[in-house]
Every structure is written in C-alpha cells, then in structure tokens.
C-alpha cells in the first residue's frame, strides 16, 4: 500500500494506468469495460474512473458493437475518439526539414518538406523556429486542439533535457531545442534521435510490431543502431542510441563529426559509401560504374547486375557493420535484425554479407534462428516522430497533460 504521504508515486501509477487503458483501447476497439479491466489486471471501478475522465476529455468514445459469436443485443464498447486531436511532428536532415501535422491517431492531415541549408547567416536553432512559426500560419484553417510537437534528428541529444550537444551537417554546440520551442509554444516537446524513433515507429506500426527483442540497424548518412529489448526502446541514461555508428574501427582513419577517428560511420556511411567508390574506380575501368552519374542506387544495381566493384564495396560495408552487430547479438539475444538502408536495394548482396558475420561471431544459439530483415519504413517523412507522440500517449506522459487540460 502507497502511503498519502508519497504523492509522486500515487501521481505516476494513475498515469501507467491511464496509458495501459488508453493503448488497450487503440490495440483492442472496440472493446467493452469488462473485457479492459481483465486485459489491465486493473479493477473495474479504476476502469469506470479512467474511462470517465477520456469520455469527458473527448479522447474515447462508445460504440455499439457484436460479440463474435454472439446474437443478442450489440454491446458498447470504447474506441479512441482521435478527431480534432492534432500534433506537429518534424524530421530534420541533410539539408531539408519535412514538417507534418497529423491527429492523434497517426493518420495525416498535411505534410511539407522545405530546404534546410547546412550553411547560413542565422544560427540553425532561428531557423527551425521560423520554420515552424510559418507552418502553423500557413495551415492554421486546419488547425485543431494542438497538443505537441515531435522532432527527430540525428546527432547527440539529451532527450530529457531537449539539448542537441552536435549534429552531423550543421554546426550545432548545445542547441537549446527543446526549452526554446517548449517557452514559445507552451506545448509538451518529445525530441529523439532519427534513428530511435525509426526503430519505435517499425516496433509500433512496422517490422517489428509485436517482437520483444528487435536490433534495428540503419546505414544511411548516419550509421547507428535502435534496440528493443522486453518491448521496451533501451534507455541508458539521457539516450536511447546504441552508437556502433562511433565505435572505432579503424585509429587511423577519417576523423569523425564526433571528434574520434576512424568511426564505423566514417567507412560506412552513404558518403563514406560513395568517396570509396570514387577512389577505387581507377582500378576498375571495366565497372558499369563509369558509364552513369555516381549515387547509392547505381552502386546497388550495379551490384545486383554483377559489377565486382560494387559488389565487393557493398559486402565491406556487410562486414563491417556485421562484424559489430555480432557483438550485439551476443549482449541482447534478438528475435530479429531489421536493416533500414538505401542499400536495401541490393539486400540479396548486403544481408548475407551481414549474417555471414553474426553466424561466425555469435554464439549459435542466439544467432542460428536470427532473421535478417528490412524495415517497413524508411527513413524519410515523419513517421518516427509519430512514434514517440503514439509512446508518449501509451505510456501516458503525454494522456495525462491532456486529460487535464
């Protein structure tokens, strides 16, 4: 029994609660009260309380619907009431920012995706600012109750703080992102690694949706990595990244936007990619390489119609990443290995390249039944951002802001 004297804790079991309820209600609808007080573990007067404060906050509604096997009388049942419920959410990259507004129920209203210069006079943080600013202006006849903002980007990030120490791309030292938006906005700011909110989005809505254990690797401008582990994204402090893309592989390599030399990022990145390409064409004068404009997708057909430049660059790029995946494998016992990556597109040259490494490397009993997938996503738009408003409401951070008004 909690004591009256611990008001945090009361404060914080309403708020587990109230985001059980509400993401039963999403997975499950319609579904009757009965049937969310088993499935909760939770009695039937907490059900009656909680459904009562999402009725009157308009975030559930009842429905009549029929039992399965049943021909009585239709039941009420409770369905999310996402209409009028809306949210920001950005992705910021090389050189663009992509900026949507969607409603509670992950669905878009509207989306733009606008030049993000990697140089300019005013300082990035202005930028983004304006940016928003002018995108609420130009869609506010859309505009319903707002109720966050969700930014994803790359780079090193306190997510509780909302503090981007660096970014690959801008110069970036300690942007203060989360506290500036959240002082001109008053909205509650979720900020997060690209690569994490991938990973959340493929294990809520994609690849993964239902796996427990997942090692979602992208190779992509950045190189990094997401884990889920019992369901849950891995915390480690104030982030979430698991940054194989800055695990040394080479001390006397390219030195890295992080100040280290010979990141994994540096040999496997998409321009990493692309220089090593430009610097081995020499050597290969027989390569279809030379007869169409350099870019990842030619390097993949290349590949796929057998050009051994392109294939041996691609199954490097296999090696190396898989050479630390392996590691992973042994530290997390994953059901699954998504890859998220343009180079998906020669996936029958890359993921064998990737799996040869785990099975050497591994223990067999963690990697003999391991598959190696793509991601249903990729990495662009605003869906990794919808991720973590969808996770923020299940877990009931974000519910609990709107319940109370």
Not at 32 to 41: G, M
Not at 88 to 112: M, P, W
Not at 239 to 249: A, C, D, M, N
Request: glycine content about 8%; some cysteine; hydrophobic content about 40%.
């Amino acid at each position: 029994m909690i004591a009256d004297s611990q008001p945090g804790h009361i404060d914080q079991i309403k708020q587990t609660n109230a985001g059980v309820v509400y993401r039963l209600i999403d997975q499950h609808g319609p579904i009757s009260r009965i049937e969310l007080s088993r499935l909760a573990q939770l009695a039937p007067a907490s059900i009656t309380k909680i459904v009562r404060e999402m009725l009157e906050a308009h975030l559930v509604q009842e429905t009549e619907f029929q039992d399965i096997g049943s021909r009585g009388r239709p039941a009420t049942g409770l369905i999310l009431d996402t209409v009028g419920w809306h949210y920001l959410s950005v992705r910021i990259s090389k050189g663009d920012i992509t900026l949507a507004l969607r409603d509670l129920s992950s669905a878009l209203v509207t989306e733009e995706q606008l030049p993000l210069p990697q140089e300019d006079s005013e300082p990035l943080l202005t930028r983004i600012i304006n940016h928003i600013d002018q995108f609420f202006i130009r869609h506010q006849h859309k505009l319903e109750r707002l109720t966050a903002i969700a930014i994803t980007l790359p780079g090193i990030i306190n997510t509780q703080t909302g503090i981007v120490h660096r970014m690959p791309f801008y110069p970036v030292v300690d942007m203060q992102l989360g506290p500036e938006l959240e002082k001109r906005t008053g909205l509650p700011i979720f900020i997060q690694h690209d690569i994490c909110a991938w990973t959340m989005a493929e294990s809520l809505f994609g690849a993964s949706r239902g796996a427990r254990d997942v090692i979602h690797v992208v190779i992509d401008h950045n190189v990094g990595a997401g884990v889920i582990t019992g369901g849950r994204l891995l915390h480690n402090g104030n982030s979430t990244l698991v940054e194989i893309g800055h695990t040394q592989v080479d001390p006397y390599g390219k030195q890295c936007y992080c100040g280290n030399h010979g990141c994994l990022e540096t040999v496997a990145s998409i321009s990493s990619i692309l220089t090593q390409a430009e610097q081995r064409m020499p050597s290969s004068p027989n390569s279809r390489l030379h007869h169409q404009p350099l870019s990842i997708d030619a390097l993949c057909d290349a590949a796929c119609q057998g050009d051994q430049l392109a294939t041996d660059i691609i199954i490097g790029v296999g090696n190396s990443v898989g050479r630390i995946v392996a590691v992973m494998v042994n530290l997390f016992n994953p059901q699954k290995i998504l890859i998220g990556s343009p180079l998906n597109r020669a996936s029958e040259i890359l993921y064998p390249a990737i799996a040869a490494c785990i099975r050497q490397q591994s223990l067999p009993a963690y990697s003999s039944q391991i598959a190696v997938e793509p991601t249903q996503f990729v990495n662009l738009g605003t869906m990794p951002g919808a991720a973590l408003v969808k996770d923020a409401l299940y877990n009931g951070s974000l519910l609990v802001k709107l319940l109370q008004g």
